[in-house]
């Protein structure tokens, strides 16, 4: 497994880079690497095996430099049929992207549960992304995109239609709104914890008065 950078690390600007850690979770084959590799290469291969890695990718947005650390997971039951992130990629992701398939129900309802779990460990501000892949095979749909919808909307996630196999647009739209609910979610948490620090320095200075 290749290990992500470390937060800190400077571009060749002297600018500092941006660390994004993605957690990608869903049932098997549903295309999880496929988008993975999609978003890393551009393009489709086919077939991907049973890797579970996490890749580093820079990009820059907006003229700022962003390191993408994606953990491409593999799917595995427990022993009571249900699969969940671990503590460890639970700490480790900033943000996260469910992946079912269209045409697989039993895929949207694992990803259902995995979205659950987050909101049942991290609360209802970690940045996630449900993203229904496969819309290539429409034909052979299984769950609408309204029940999509709904699903993130109740969830607070965001949402997005994709074929992996057929274009790379969808794929780079989808890691994109993830990084823009994450970026709002950290300049969220700099100015709650700004605030926290103005509290205390006024608590702080009223206590010692009343203390006079
Ligand atoms: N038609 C179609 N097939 C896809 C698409 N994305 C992935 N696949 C196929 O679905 C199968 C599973 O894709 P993977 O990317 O290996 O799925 P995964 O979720 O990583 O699977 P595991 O790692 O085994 O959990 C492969 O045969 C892919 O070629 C898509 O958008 N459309
Ligand atoms: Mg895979």
């Known amino acids: 497994m290749v290990l992500p950078l470390s937060s800190n690390e400077k ?12 957690l990608v979770l869903g049932a098997g084959h549903v295309g999880k690497s496929a988008l993975t590799v999609r978003f890393l290469t551009r393009r489709f291969i ?8 996490v890749y580093t990718h820079n990009v820059t947005v907006d003229g700022r430099e962003i390191c993408f650390n994606i953990w491409d997971s593999l799917y595995s039951q427990n022993s009571k049929g249900t699969s969940h992130a671990s503590e460890q990629q639970m700490c480790w992701a900033d943000g996260f992207i469910f992946v079912y398939s269209i045409c697989d129900r039993a895929s949207f309802n694992v990803a259902r ?3 659950q779990r987050l909101r049942q460990v991290k609360g209802g501000r970690a940045p996630a992304l449900i993203v229904g892949n496969k819309r290539d095979l429409r034909h052979r749909r299984a769950v609408s995109g309204e029940e999509g919808r709904l699903l993130a909307l109740a969830s607070r996630c965001g949402f997005l239609e994709v074929s992996a196999a057929e274009t790379y647009h969808g794929v780079l739209v989808a890691f994109h709104q993830l990084l823009g609910l994450v970026r709002e979610s950290k300049a969220a948490a700099k100015k ?12 702080a200075v009223f206590g010692k008065r009343r203390a006079e």
């Not at 571009?11 to 993605?22: A, D, P």
């Not at 086919?46 to 890695?53: V, W």
């Not at 709650?192 to 608590?203: D, E, Q």
Request: aromatic share 2%; hydrophobic share 30%.
């Open 11 to 22: 571009s060749e600007r002297g600018q500092q880079k941006l660390q994004i850690n993605v």
């Open 46 to 53: 086919g077939e991907y095996g049973d890797i579970e890695t």
């Open 113 to 115: 549960q995995q979205v």
């Open 192 to 203: 709650a914890a700004g605030l926290r620090g103005i509290v205390r320095s006024v608590s």
